[in-house]
């Protein structure tokens, strides 16, 4: 006898069909309702928390106090609201699906900064104050809604000719770095096995980078393309170096000076859990805007903060962070013969004290 009869399965195949029609319906009214009318998005999300009624702020796509012809990157997702009593907020707003390889190891958007901004906040590191985070699934789970809101600090961005404003940046670094973690990958539950971590994300990250060069030129060297995986699985497998919390994009626009006079981290789209060895070469390379006295300077304050014991680590790593800083190096092509340069030999470079270590030339790599 049939276990399961042909109007049970009508019904279970009428249930499907009917959750997934309400799954459309309820898609296409929030992307109509949310991303195409941020007016009902504030009215109805935000001003409710703020406690604010109609008519008592305004909105605009550019931060308060900013004049109409300075530089500023307009974000589709980001508005700022001015309260008619004085305080300003940023609220952030994103759709994403939640489906994919990539998004299981390393989560994007606004509820990763969001969480990630908490996790910051919740450590006593200075960073902008998260007022409410909403997260609201949809029917079947496939996609999310995002919302977040935190104060407005206004400030000014970081001057890279001032050495102690450097400095402070990268003694800021150093704290952040203090954070010990076990596991690699996102705070919380997206983190992962180190073999895996080496697997997809720093083997994703390597072809990646070598791929962009295939488009331009000859294509990657196999070789090549071994000798870093071979450095990366020595340094996260084999030497089991110590694992941090990294902020993952590190550059003189996440770190505002505010008007009180306190240096703060911004932008932790990227916050996880990683070596940090590249993201000090980047940090000291992009603040010291290819001055090799001010990056020496950089280099030397990092380790006066971070100490001995994490010298000591970075040198262990050094191949393997350099190789991955020169492959991430923001606006510039991949450099295929100083990677070739650096995995066929051991650099020495570094010396054995920061103090001794030789920017003029790594800043010409």
């Not at 006593?124 to 789970?141: F, Y």
């Not at 902020?247 to 911004?266: K, V, Y």
């Not at 932008?267 to 990683?274: A, H, I, M, N």
Request: hydrophobic share 40%.
């Amino acid at each position: 006898m049939n276990r399961y009869p042909i109007g049970h399965i009508g019904r279970l195949l009428g249930q499907s069909l009917t959750m997934r029609w309400l799954e459309l319906r309820q898609l296409a009214a929030a992307t109509r309702g949310v991303e195409g009318d941020w007016t009902r998005l504030l009215r109805n999300e935000v001003a409710p928390v703020l406690g604010l009624c109609q008519g008592d702020y305004t909105v605009s796509r550019r931060p308060p106090g900013l004049s109409d012809d300075a530089p500023f990157r307009l974000r589709e997702h980001v508005r700022f609201v001015q309260a008619a009593h004085g305080q300003a907020y940023v609220v952030r707003m994103r759709r994403r699906w939640r489906l994919g390889a990539k998004e299981q190891l390393r989560q994007h958007g606004v509820a990763s900064a969001a969480r990630a901004g908490l996790l910051l906040q919740q450590l006593e590191l200075p960073v902008p104050p998260l007022i409410w985070l909403r997260e609201a699934t949809t029917l079947c789970g496939l996609r999310s809604h995002f919302l977040s809101i935190e104060q407005f600090v206004p400030g000014r961005p970081l001057d890279l000719d001032n050495g102690d404003e450097v400095a402070a940046a990268m003694q800021l670094l150093a704290r952040l770095h203090r954070q010990p973690g076990e596991m690699p990958g996102m705070p919380g539950k997206y983190r992962v096995e180190r073999a895996r971590f080496v697997r997809d994300m720093v083997h994703y990250t390597v072809l990646r980078a070598l791929g962009d060069r295939r488009r331009t030129g000859p294509p990657p060297d196999r070789r090549l393309t071994a000798q870093i995986m071979a450095a990366a699985r020595k340094a996260y497998l084999e030497q089991s170096l110590p694992l941090c919390l990294i902020h993952g994009d590190i550059n003189a626009g996440n770190f505002l000076h505010g008007e009180d006079g306190g240096l703060r981290l911004l932008d932790f789209d990227s916050l996880r859990y990683d070596l940090p060895g590249s993201e000090i070469l980047r940090a000291v390379y992009t603040l010291s805007g290819g001055n090799s006295g001010m990056a020496s300077h950089a280099w030397c304050c990092y380790f006066d903060t971070a100490g001995e014991t994490r010298w000591h680590h970075f040198l262990a790593g050094a191949r393997f962070a350099l190789l991955l800083h020169l492959l991430r190096r923001p606006g510039a092509p991949c450099p295929t013969e100083q990677l070739r340069a650096v995995a066929d030999d051991e650099v020495g470079l570094w010396g054995r004290t920061p103090g001794e270590t030789d920017w003029s030339h790594l800043i010409e790599l």
